[in-house]
């Protein structure tokens, strides 16, 4: 009886066995709020006063065979769902890619560029062809090798790209300095019957195209989902006290790690507001000296001066802690001063009185009496001469 009235614990209540399992789990509840109408991260959704306008265009997002980077374009009045393949209109001509995100409405102040249209759904028997090329691919890149090889020419071959309907070839190839291959399109061009396009690509290029393992286990962020390769620089790898030996740093391209741009700014954050190694502080065992740090844990080691015995300490309990973000403080409105009342005065009538004649003139005499004295006394000041010395 027990176990009948025993009700079923939801999914969302279970531990996840494997990452695998965590992450379809994640993906079901992200799924679910999407469904109810939930806001979602610190998205606008749900929000009338940020709603889009009726008459702002409803765009879908692709990404190409070989780019990590999503493009819009305009679906028109074609019916997509994600998953999809579509074949849309680019500078290099037609062709084909995925749909990552469905149609829906967006604000046109953030486009840029010019907005083309998708062009049409494909359908099985277009699928079936792109697949038959990607096959023949191999094919195309053993023959670019070996008329590389007759030629003589310093050029590695990387990969070889059809197009969707097999009338555009691209070649990307790798060479360490610039390389006249004119002559080796005309041959390959007889060869393949189709265009052909020699692309020479650099060592970040080479390795998205060609795949791999980085040194964290999984697949290369550059040819997974790696959208623009970001600005490094070996300030990075100081900020997060890594070895400083450009071959520990470096990927597969040997260039520096895409990665140390991720955490880059949250170790500047809090490296700002946490001790440095080899300062002397206070901590709540007594006094002692920083050997070592976590940055990402906000935990401290300090070594005490006493025993000389290492202890760990948060940032908080030594007196460091994460700068807030300022708050805006609030706007005071002064109420406005009171205005006095006007009153109203009935105006009296002015009657003008006329000055005697001889007051009048007895203060001009006053008047230029002064003037006069003042002129002779400027004068005498001006006009006096120094004494005449006597002649020997």
């Not at 197009?163 to 041959?187: I, M, Q």
């Not at 290029?205 to 286990?217: I, T």
């Not at 709540?284 to 401290?300: H, T």
């Not at 070594?303 to 309990?317: E, G, P, T």
Request: charge should be positive.
């Amino acid at each position: 009886m027990a176990d009948l009235l025993e009700t079923p614990t939801p999914d969302y209540l279970k531990m996840p066995a494997t990452l695998d399992e965590a992450r379809r789990m994640a993906r079901q509840r992200f799924k679910e709020r999407l469904e109810h109408g939930e806001k979602i991260g610190n998205c606008d959704c749900g929000d009338d006063a940020k709603a889009v306008d009726a008459n702002a265009p409803r765009l879908t997002g692709v990404r190409f065979v070989d780019s990590g980077q999503v493009y819009y374009f305009d679906p028109l009045d074609i019916s997509l769902s994600v998953g999809d393949w579509v074949v849309v209109e680019t500078s290099r001509g037609k062709e084909a890619a995925r749909v990552v995100i469905a149609p829906g409405q967006v604000r046109q102040s953030t486009l840029k560029g010019e907005l083309k249209s998708v062009l049409r759904k494909m359908d099985d028997a277009d699928i079936e062809r792109m697949q038959r090329f990607k096959r023949d691919s191999s094919v195309a890149i053993k023959t670019f090798g070996q008329k590389i090889r007759e030629r003589r020419m310093p050029m590695k071959p990387i990969t070889a790209e059809y197009n969707f309907d097999g009338t555009h070839l691209t070649l990307n190839f790798t060479s360490p300095d610039r390389v006249d291959f004119r002559e080796l399109a005309k041959d390959l061009a007889s060869i393949f019957r189709c265009r052909i396009e020699l692309r020479q690509v650099g060592p970040r290029d080479e390795a998205r195209l060609l795949g791999g393992l980085g040194r964290c286990g999984r697949t290369l962020c550059c040819s997974s989902w790696l959208p623009v390769y970001p600005d490094i620089s070996m300030n990075m790898a100081k900020t997060q006290d890594l070895p400083l030996n450009p071959g520990k740093v470096s990927g597969v391209c040997g260039r520096l790690l895409c990665c140390l741009s991720y955490e880059n700014e949250q170790y500047r954050q809090m490296k700002a507001v946490m001790p440095r190694l080899g300062q002397a502080i206070d901590s709540p065992a007594g006094p002692g000296m920083v050997v070592s740090m976590q940055i990402l844990k906000e935990l401290v080691t300090v070594r005490l001066d006493a025993d000389h015995i290492d202890h760990v300490f948060s940032s908080a309990d030594l007196g460091y802690r994460k700068p807030e973000p300022p708050q805006a403080a609030p706007i005071q409105v002064a109420a406005p001063p009171l205005q006095p009342r006007p009153v109203r005065v009935d105006p009296e009538p002015v009657v003008p009185v006329e000055a005697p004649v001889e007051a009048a003139v007895e203060e001009g005499e006053d008047a230029a009496a002064g003037e006069a004295s003042r002129r002779r006394r400027r004068r005498g000041r001006g006009s006096r001469r120094r004494p005449v010395e006597p002649q020997a």
